[in-house]
């Protein structure tokens, strides 16, 4: 009895050894030091729609977006408070049950948490002629698309535990596409150099036709502790297509599969000033298990996302800006599946611009508290001057109070002109977002410069400042109430159309500049005492090569 009790382990055990060489699994992969090759893994992902544990009580699931499931019904702030306690993705998996049994909100009850003046500077992302916010959604519309992200997080989602041994360590994940994204990359890469950090980084593409073997050996030799992840490739846990020009779900899905369990996102225009490992130690991400960093606009009151995740409007909210985002996978691992969820419907992309806010709202519908930096971004750029002008910032007028007003983020032509003149003859271009540490906020840190407009600047833009002026990075403007989430700082983006280029340039200069103002704010010198942290960094970013783009034709 004893020796056939051992064979039929013997027996049981070569049978999961069997299903597991099925997979293109090995004891091998399971050391993070031997990341899955994609040569032994080709089954892997109909492996793991095989093996996929489901939320609801049954395969068929809930018949109706409060479902089935025996939970009792929880308030909003309950859950979250709840949330705040859980640690590991599968401990959610009642938390969900019970966020989808909340009671539904219409668009006029999820707006009416936000009533700013009517005549309130307030800088919205979407115009206010915008179809939604001329006409809200129907409530039938509403709760047709609510229903169907719970159904997607009650029958849909990978369960955390066939997947997470290909998850270890800390690591930046950056997208790379075209040629210019690449140029970008190195930049990045330079500059991670700079800060001596030992964080490994792992770049992320759509095929051979987006990052070559070239550009690899390339980007590779200027940081070794490197990692490539081909994101079209079937063996991936979480699948992708082309689906456009722009593909903002590329960024959830290499997010989602990237080699790493916490992982710091970075776009490639994005410049890490001090090593950014000291992130995942910072009080905030420790609190929260995620970083998520603010942006210039703010979410119109009758936006349909609010409704879409029961969620009532806040004014003491920023959009995100997810230039850089920093989460613990192991933790929310169905989060990022819904925000994936959300960047690949067309449905959302008339309300949530890109990839950005997907993050924020599935943190939103599913009732957890996101961290964020203690004070509100810089604004970062340059003054350009005539070049027979003093150099900023010598004889810089200072700015009058109330400019010129603007409900959207767009200024007008005329708009623009009449503000750039106040700068004494000197025009203020913010083209980069200075990030804060999280942890900072009664005095600036900037950790990140997220140089967003900076590659909407025409070339000859870029010559006149280094010609006649000490580059680009030379003045920034900080709100005195960048710690008051709620405040109303005016803030919206103008044109710089060349007024201070030579005469014989302008007619060459086919396109203006896109420049972030706070158009109340005084300019002041980048690396005074309140950034003394910057101090330099012009310097620092031409040793990486920011400028790589100067003397290229404009497009």
């Known amino acids: ?281 910072s009080n905030v991400y420790q609190k929260y298990g995620s970083v998520f960093w603010p942006d210039i606009a703010r979410t119109r009151p009758l936006n349909p996302a609010w409704a879409l995740t029961n969620t009532p409007c806040r004014m003491q909210e920023y959009e995100q800006e997810s230039g850089q985002l920093l989460v613990d996978k192991t933790r929310f691992w169905f989060h990022l599946q819904l925000a994936h969820h959300f960047s690949n419907l067309d449905f959302y992309k008339s309300f949530l611009l890109g990839d950005k806010d997907t993050f924020r709202f599935a943190w939103h519908a599913l009732k957890t508290a996101y961290g964020r930096p203690g004070r509100w971004l810089t604004s970062i750029g340059t003054v350009h001057r005539p070049r027979n002008e003093a150099l900023y910032p010598a004889k810089v007028a200072p700015r009058k109070k109330g400019g010129a007003k603007t409900s959207d983020s767009i200024m007008s032509e005329d708009e623009a002109r009449k503000t750039n003149l106040r700068e004494g003859g000197g025009i203020y271009c913010g083209h980069t977002f200075g990030q804060h540490h999280p942890d900072a906020a009664n005095t600036s840190r900037v950790m990140f410069l997220h140089g967003g407009l900076l590659k909407t600047w025409h070339p000859l833009i870029l010559q006149h400042g280094m010609k006649y002026g000490s580059g680009a990075f030379t003045a920034y403007k900080s709100s005195a109430h960048a710690t008051d989430a709620g405040y109303i700082e ?14 014989s340039l302008k007619d060459n200069l086919t396109f203006p500049a896109q420049c972030t103002d706070f158009f109340e704010v005084d300019v002041a010198p980048l690396g005074d005492q309140e950034t003394k942290e ?22």
């Open 1 to 281: 009895m004893a020796i056939m009790i051992q064979h039929r382990h013997l027996v049981r055990w070569a049978v999961v050894l069997l299903f597991l060489t099925c997979l293109g699994l090995s004891w091998r992969s399971l050391d993070p030091q031997h990341p899955i090759r994609t040569s032994t893994n080709r089954h892997l992902q109909g492996g793991l729609q095989a093996v996929k544990e489901r939320f609801g009580p049954d395969r068929n699931g809930p018949t109706s977006a409060l479902g089935d499931v025996h939970t009792v019904e929880v308030s909003a702030s309950t859950l979250t408070q709840q949330a705040q306690q859980i640690v590991r993705a599968n401990d959610f998996i009642p938390h969900i049950r019970s966020v989808v049994q909340m009671p539904g909100l219409t668009v006029e009850k999820a707006a009416s948490t936000c009533n700013w003046d009517k005549d309130a500077r307030v800088n919205f992302q979407w115009g206010a002629d915008t179809d939604w916010n001329v006409k809200p959604l129907k409530k039938r519309t509403i709760m047709s698309k609510r229903k169907a992200w719970q159904q997607f997080v009650m029958r849909d989602m990978i369960s955390w535990s066939p997947v997470e041994y290909r998850f270890r360590g800390k690591g930046i994940i950056v997208l790379a596409g075209n040629q210019e994204t690449v140029s970008r990359v190195k930049v990045l890469l330079k500059a991670l150099s700079q800060t001596r950090t030992k964080l490994p980084v792992e770049i992320h593409y759509f095929g051979e036709q987006e990052l070559s073997s070239k550009n690899q050996t390339d980007l590779q030799a200027l940081f070794p502790n490197m990692f490539f992840s081909d994101i079209s490739w079937p063996g991936n846990v979480v699948q992708t297509t082309v689906r456009g020009y722009i593909n903002y779900s590329f960024k959830t899905a290499a997010v989602l599969n990237s080699r790493f369990a916490e992982i710091l996102m970075l776009d490639s225009d994005n410049i890490p000033v001090e090593d950014p490992a000291i992130l995942f130690d």
């Open 490 to 503: 005016p803030v919206g983006i103008k044109a710089d159309f060349g007024e201070y280029l030579e005469s």
């Open 534 to 555: 910057l101090k330099g960094i012009e310097g620092r970013l031409r040793k990486a090569n920011i400028y790589w783009n100067m003397n290229e034709p404009a497009p």
